[in-house]
């Protein structure tokens, strides 16, 4: 998968002995419902073609172990661990040192359930221009802590769980490596902080869990069984009335035509109508409710900072973008021509890949307003996976 000078490289730490766990195996090369935990972990960084890189760290006496899970995957060759995760971080950065990719994601392979959306989630952030981009969870419960005196309630208030893939700038993390080698932190995070580092938050997710425990193997089934999650459904629909002017917007893509539409922002039926589907899917009401016609600031506004905001609450509340479907419907203009650019666009701003993204077009037969070529109107439908806990 050496694809690079430049690019994104994934960077997966696999040295670990897991002591906390115990037992002959480390818990990256046990089984998880039929591939091991080290497997899934690098399968999702492989199918994102975004990443250019795959660098794998592993134990240098678990090296032939590490060759027969990942059989079959494309890597770089791998980077020996050191004493500690920090060692072995430092030590895959310095082997993709040669290979010189502009930005660099550290996964632990300890989290086999990561997703392909938060990856690129992580990437878009890193390409909209943060320096380090971390997923974090907000905490839900309530802190004690046991003091001398009794307990102490610690307010939750601003309190994140921070996960991976962390994703950075590869020049400035590894120089904050190599600055502060022999540093103690637990995560890639905490030693950008050291290094003045501005970290952007990107929405982690709940069931992007780290194996520690035999309870987290149980519970990691159960989510990859589907066990405790749920498939919901929304619907959107929407309508502008054509004006004069000289194009539309329509699925993000600007189409040009003999008219425009008629609306407060851009008027791109196609997106607010899927904005509203995946909106209804987790229950987040419509467009209007987020974005009131009456706001003078949403005036002329791309209608893709809608679908982005419904995608960021989707990720808000733990969920995943399973399929979205948009209905252009119209005489003209012809849809055919922009369709994939369309299905481009809707990928590109929701962060999921395309092959999960239809639009079609149909005409009315000439009846009704757009059969009469008065307007324009779009139907969508989208499905979501939530956790169910």
Do not use: Y
């Given at each position: 998968?050496?694809r690079?000078?430049?690019g994104t490289a994934a960077?997966?730490?696999?040295a670990?002995?897991?002591?906390r766990?115990?037992g002959p195996?480390p818990?990256?090369?046990?089984?998880l419902?039929?591939?091991?935990?080290?497997?899934r972990?690098?399968?999702v960084f492989?199918?994102?073609?975004?990443?250019?890189a795959?660098q794998?760290?592993?134990?240098?006496?678990q090296m032939?172990?590490?060759r027969?899970?990942?059989?079959?995957?494309?890597?770089?060759p791998?980077a020996v661990?050191?004493?500690?995760?920090?060692?072995?971080?430092?030590?895959?950065l310095?082997?993709?040192?040669?290979?010189?990719?502009e930005f660099?994601?550290v996964?632990d392979a300890a989290?086999?359930?990561v997703?392909a959306?938060?990856?690129r989630?992580?990437?878009t952030?890193l390409?909209?221009?943060a320096?380090a981009?971390v997923?974090?969870v907000?905490?839900?419960?309530t802190?004690?802590?046991?003091?001398r005196?009794g307990w102490t309630?610690?307010?939750r208030d601003g309190?994140y769980?921070?996960q991976t893939?962390q994703?950075?700038?590869?020049?400035e993390?590894?120089?904050a490596?190599?600055?502060?080698?022999?540093?103690?932190?637990t995560?890639?995070?905490?030693?950008a902080e050291?290094?003045g580092?501005?970290?952007?938050r990107?929405?982690?997710?709940e069931t992007?869990?780290k194996?520690t425990?035999e309870?987290?193997?149980?519970h990691?089934a159960r989510?990859?069984?589907?066990d405790m999650n749920?498939f919901?459904?929304?619907?959107?629909?929407?309508?502008?009335?054509?004006?004069?002017?000289?194009?539309?917007?329509?699925?993000g893509v600007?189409?040009e035509?003999?008219r425009g539409?008629e609306g407060?922002s851009?008027?791109d039926?196609?997106?607010?109508a899927?904005?509203?589907?995946?909106?209804?899917?987790?229950?987040?009401?419509?467009?209007?409710?987020?974005?009131p016609?009456?706001e003078?600031k949403?005036r002329?506004a791309?209608?893709?900072g809608f679908?982005?905001?419904?995608a960021r609450?989707?990720?808000e509340?733990?969920?995943?973008i399973?399929h979205c479907?948009?209905?252009?419907i119209?005489e003209?203009?012809k849809?055919?021509?922009?369709?994939?650019?369309m299905?481009a666009?809707?990928?590109e701003v929701?962060?999921?890949a395309i092959?999960?993204?239809?639009v079609?077009a149909?005409?009315?037969?000439?009846m009704?307003?757009a059969?009469?070529?008065e307007?324009l109107?779009a139907e969508?439908?989208?499905?979501v996976?939530?956790p169910?806990?």
């Open positions: 998968m050496d690079m000078a430049s960077l997966i730490v696999a670990g002995k897991s002591v766990m115990g195996t818990k990256q090369f046990r089984p419902l039929g591939q091991t935990v080290l497997r972990s690098a399968a492989a199918e994102v073609p975004e990443i250019t795959l794998i760290v592993a134990a240098d006496e032939e172990r590490t027969a899970a990942l059989d079959g995957l494309s890597t770089l791998f661990g050191g004493a500690t995760r920090q060692e072995s971080v430092r030590n895959g310095e082997a993709l040192a040669q290979h010189e990719p660099v994601l996964h989290r086999p359930l997703s959306n938060l990856v989630r992580v990437i952030a390409e909209s221009g320096v981009a997923p974090l907000a905490l839900a419960d802190l004690k802590r046991e003091e005196e309630t610690i307010p309190l769980r921070a893939p994703g950075f700038r590869f020049a993390l590894l120089a490596h190599r600055a502060h080698a022999g540093a103690s932190v995560d890639d995070m905490a030693l050291r290094a580092l501005a970290v952007a990107v929405a982690g997710e992007n869990i194996i425990t309870e987290d193997f149980v990691a989510l990859l069984r589907g749920e919901r459904t929304g619907q959107g629909f929407d309508a502008h009335r054509f004006v004069e002017g000289d194009h539309v917007w329509l699925c600007r189409v035509h003999d539409l407060h851009d008027a039926v196609g997106l607010h899927l904005t509203d589907a995946i909106m209804g899917a987790i229950g987040a009401g419509d467009i209007g409710r987020h974005f016609p009456t003078e949403w002329g791309p209608s893709s679908l982005a905001e419904a609450l989707v990720a509340a733990n969920g995943a399973v479907d948009v209905t252009l119209c003209r203009p849809i055919a021509p922009h369709r994939e650019a299905r666009r809707i990928a929701l962060a999921i092959d999960r993204v239809s079609k149909t005409t009315t037969d000439g009704g307003f059969g009469r070529g307007g109107a969508a439908v989208a499905t996976r939530v169910t806990v």
